[in-house]
Each structure stands twice: as structure tokens, then as C-alpha cells.
Nanobody, 120 residues
Framework: QVQLAESGGGLVQAGGSLRLSCAAS????????MGWYRQAPGKQRELVAT???????TYADSVKGRFTISRDNAKNTVYLQMNSLKPEDTAVYYCYCYAADYSLTARDYWGQGTQVTVSS
């Protein structure tokens, strides 16, 4: 099993910045993709950004140029730097990874979520 622990959410004014962190721990053999999804009230969960073990990144169009995803493979940690935040970025942000444990069973793992609220 793999556990994900998120931190860094909070309340910020529009135009401000926040940095989310997510550390993976547990019976980790390997981690392929890591990333962030978000879910606003009354909406479906949507992809924000992902990053592979090799550093290739994907971003939602709505965050391109404002958010940056990065990763420290040695620490099994993924980060999301969020700049120029807008009220529409308000959501619960979920950390995600696709990982294999030492039984070599690979699957998706999700964090508990961290609230990001952007006030206008």
C-alpha cells in the first residue's frame, strides 16, 4: 500500500500564490505518474497537472502559464506551485500517483484532499 499526504492548502486572495506538496510513503517499489486533480462544489473532479518520473508534464488549459508542477523523485514528493490564483481555482485539490508496491501490483492512489479557497 501507498499513502499520500498533502499539505499547503488554504485561503488566499485573488492574484496570490500557494504551493501544494504531496509526499508518498509506504510499501513503494516504483512511482510512475504523479499529479493533482481538483473538484469544485457541484462539479466533477478534473485534472490540473501531471508529471511522469522522467519529468514530462501535462496541464489543464485553465492553469497553463499560472501553475507549475514539479517532483522530487528521491523524496517521492510532488509539488504544485500556483500563481495568479483566481476565484475559479477554488476547489479541493487531490494528489494522485500511479505506483507499484513490492508485490509489483500497480494501481492508482489518491490523497485525502486539501482545500484551496481564492477570495475575490
Amino acid at each position: 500500500q501507498v499513502q499520500l499526504a498533502e499539505s499547503g492548502g488554504g485561503l488566499v486572495q485573488a492574484g496570490g500564490s500557494l504551493r501544494l506538496s504531496c509526499a508518498a510513503s509506504g510499501n513503494i517499489f516504483s512511482i510512475n505518474a504523479m499529479g493533482w486533480y481538483r473538484q469544485a462544489p457541484g462539479k466533477q473532479r478534473e485534472l490540473v497537472a501531471t508529471i511522469t518520473s522522467g519529468g514530462s508534464t501535462t496541464y489543464a488549459d485553465s492553469v497553463k502559464g499560472r501553475f507549475t508542477i514539479s517532483r522530487d523523485n528521491a523524496k517521492n514528493t510532488v509539488y504544485l506551485q500556483m500563481n495568479s490564483l483566481k476565484p475559479e481555482d477554488t476547489a479541493v485539490y487531490y494528489c494522485y500517483c500511479y505506483a507499484a508496491d513490492y508485490s509489483l501490483t500497480a494501481r492508482d492512489y489518491w490523497g485525502q484532499g486539501t482545500q484551496v479557497t481564492v477570495s475575490s
